[in-house]
């Protein structure tokens, strides 16, 4: 979680402070302000996305996690948490690419390749972008 500046890193830790308590809202303005200042910070987007899926503004979630992977390809828990979102507006497909994407990422995640196994024998071979 370390890929900003030093400031940065203590501003992110007290974010992520806020997403502990349960302060999500006050973790979004923390990390607007970061974001603002240090724009290329993957994982202060990332952050970002998960106080805002607490807050249930899912779209926006999205926007966060795909800023994430935008600014670092190799952000596996973004491309996850982007099929989490993904399952959660029902659109299973999309889902399957992104869990795929984090296994490309991180093969080790056993749980999420139950996921992916799971979601191919619901979802239509013509549904997915290989």
């Known amino acids: ?8 890193n203590r ?7 806020c997403i ?12 607007d302000e970061l974001n603002y200042d240090e ?3 993957a994982e202060a987007h990332f952050q970002k996305g ?3 899926a607490f807050l249930d503004r899912l779209e926006e979630a999205a926007a966060a996690y795909r ?11 973004a491309a996850e948490a982007l099929g989490h979102i993904a ?3 029902g659109q299973l497909a999309a889902a399957l690419e992104h869990y795929r994407r984090a296994l490309r990422i991180h093969p ?7 996921a992916v196994r799971a979601l191919e024998r619901v979802v239509q071979p013509d549904q997915t972008r290989l």
Not at 1 to 8: D, F, H, L, N, T
Not at 11 to 17: C, K, T, Y
Not at 67 to 77: I, Q, S
């Open 108 to 114: 080790r995640l056993t749980a999420l390749a139950h």
């Open 20 to 31: 502990k308590r349960r302060s999500y809202a006050r973790a979004v303005e923390l990390l």
């Open 11 to 17: 501003r992110l830790a007290d974010a992520v402070g």
């Open 1 to 8: 979680m370390q890929a900003g500046s030093p400031v940065g």
């Open 39 to 41: 724009p290329g910070f």
């Open 50 to 52: 998960i106080a805002l």
């Open 67 to 77: 800023e994430a992977l935008r600014l670092n390809p190799y952000h596996f828990a």
């Open 87 to 89: 399952v959660e507006q």
